[in-house]
């Protein structure tokens, strides 16, 4: 099956500094990643769509640049919580979609990554 | 704008019980539903996806209903064991795979 994974898998920064996340595809190519966040006890929400060669879609609320997504190819993108604050410590998760995947309705989890700024 | 919720938040079982667990979303208008799975710490896994147009998914020990003009979902675990134990989410979409809409999660734990 398709497989996601994300990292670094948990991070610890200091309040002001930048934190990049990685999402990877494995074994197939997603024209289409998204990024969640989940904070504890809570659901996930999304955060923004991130297609392949073009600039993501964010969620109202979200803010563009303090959250930069980069889906420079097929199989890989980005987030970047740049001056990252307390408040932004949570549980970032991506997931993507394969065209070629039997349904069109599925999308893959990464594993998650767990960000703690102090 | 979507909202789902999930009933009970938190459920205690012994093992081998059956038992459901409830979504409901205000937005009727959806293209389908899913469950997921979710370990501590972990990311999620798919369980089952039903179509709007379907009523019903089955895998194994888990069945999953869908009353869409009503705006209910139910997951129904048979023969419960402790490996069960994770939080489960169901999630809506109104637009093919894309903006998934997660439910607010019931944790289950099933003790031996």
């Known amino acids: 099956g398709a497989v996601v994974s994300q990292h670094p898998s948990r991070v610890i920064c200091k309040s002001g500094t930048s934190v990049k996340i990685e999402c990877r595809s494995l074994d197939f190519q997603a024209t289409t990643m998204f990024w969640y966040r989940q904070f504890p006890k809570q659901s996930l929400m999304l955060m923004a769509t991130?297609?392949?060669?073009?600039?993501?879609?964010?969620e109202q609320g979200v803010e563009k640049d303090k959250f930069l997504i980069n889906h420079a190819s097929l199989t890989l993108s980005t987030l970047t919580v740049t001056s990252a604050h307390p408040e932004d410590s949570s549980f970032y998760i991506c997931s993507a979609h394969s065209p070629q995947a039997a349904s069109t309705d599925t999308q893959y989890f990464g594993p998650g990554t767990r960000l703690t700024v102090l | 704008k979507q909202e789902v919720t999930q009933i009970p938040a938190a459920l205690s079982v012994p093992e081998g019980e059956n038992l459901v667990l409830n979504c409901s979303f205000t937005?009727?208008?959806?293209?389908?539903l899913q469950w997921f799975r979710q370990d501590p710490g972990k990311g999620l896994t798919s369980l089952l996806l039903?179509?709007?147009?379907?009523r019903e998914q089955t895998s194994g020990r888990l069945n999953a209903s869908l009353d869409k003009s009503s705006g209910r979902s139910t997951l129904y675990i048979a023969a419960s064991q402790p490996g069960d134990s994770a939080t489960y989410l169901c999630a809506v979409s109104d637009t093919g795979f894309q903006k998934l809409v997660f439910g607010t999660g019931t944790r289950l734990l099933v003790s031996p």
């Open positions: 991130s297609n392949e060669g073009s600039k993501a879609t964010y």
């Open positions: 039903i179509q709007s147009s379907q």
């Open positions: 937005d009727s208008a959806i293209y389908n």
